[in-house]
């Protein structure tokens, strides 16, 4: 499988803080993508990146792709109580995207 | 919400009877795709769409059937609802098979 795996499973740090998740996953891809999930809501997609590119910004995002070690990691600066969601990253490849299980990120005021 | 809507938002149904479920896009994006999120799983792909008439197994399709007749429409049925398949289902609709999904808000089923 394709799987990404997120570490760490769950994350509570202070407002104002920056948050590190990480995926591995198994396989080749075309790219990585991460999307944050709002308690009750869709997921919305926040970045993707390619398997040729290193690493893309987006405002406080911040997204590392290294396909050497088949791993990727997600940077939120400056971190805000909004931010409170979980997080999955997806790998994609061959028609479909392949979603983890996601980490739970709180932002304690 | 990217024109995605999903029909119904919540349903209770009782095991053994059959449970439509609904997807309408406004986008005229080619690619719809359907998912179950259940606590320690994740998003688990069930099947997806590529085009009218087109469709293919995701990694849990089985106790599911899809339809795609019109690019704004992808049904989800379950011929006989088991407990199993009490879950929140998520609709996905993408411009290409591996780029950016935009998602539906979700129909929470119970089947007792």
């Known amino acids: 499988s394709q799987q990404g795996e997120e570490d760490p499973q769950a994350l509570s740090i202070q407002e104002g803080e920056n948050a590190t998740m990480n995926c591995s996953y198994k396989?080749?891809?075309?790219?990585l993508q991460w999307y944050r999930q709002n308690s009750g809501r869709g997921l919305v997609h926040l970045i993707l990146?390619?398997?040729?590119?290193r690493e893309k910004h987006s405002g406080r995002l911040r997204v590392t792709l290294d396909t050497s070690k088949k791993s990727s990691s997600l940077l939120i600066t400056a971190s805000r109580a909004a931010d409170t969601a979980s997080y999955f990253c997806?790998?994609?490849?061959?028609?479909?995207?392949?979603f983890g299980k996601g980490t739970r990120l709180h932002i304690l005021p | 919400d990217a024109g995605i809507t999903q029909s119904p938002r919540h349903k209770v149904t009782e095991t053994g009877t059959p449970v439509t479920l609904r997807c309408h896009q406004t986008?005229?994006?080619?690619?719809m795709y359907w998912y179950r999120q259940d606590p320690g799983h994740g998003l688990r792909l069930i099947h997806y769409?590529?085009?009218?008439?087109?469709?293919d197994k995701g990694e849990v399709s089985d106790g599911y059937s899809v339809s795609r007749s019109k690019t704004e429409d992808f049904l989800l049925t379950l011929e006989s609802a088991t407990s199993s398949q009490t879950s929140v289902y998520f609709c996905?609709?993408?411009?290409?098979?591996?780029?950016?999904?935009?998602f539906g808000p979700g129909t929470r089923l119970t089947v007792t």
């Open positions: 996905a609709i993408s411009t290409s098979g591996t780029y950016e999904q935009y």
């Open positions: 396989t080749s891809i075309n790219n």
């Open positions: 990146i390619r398997s040729n590119e």
């Open positions: 997806a790998t994609g490849l061959d028609d479909k995207i392949i």
């Open positions: 986008e005229n994006h080619r690619y």
């Open positions: 769409s590529y085009g009218v008439k087109d469709t």
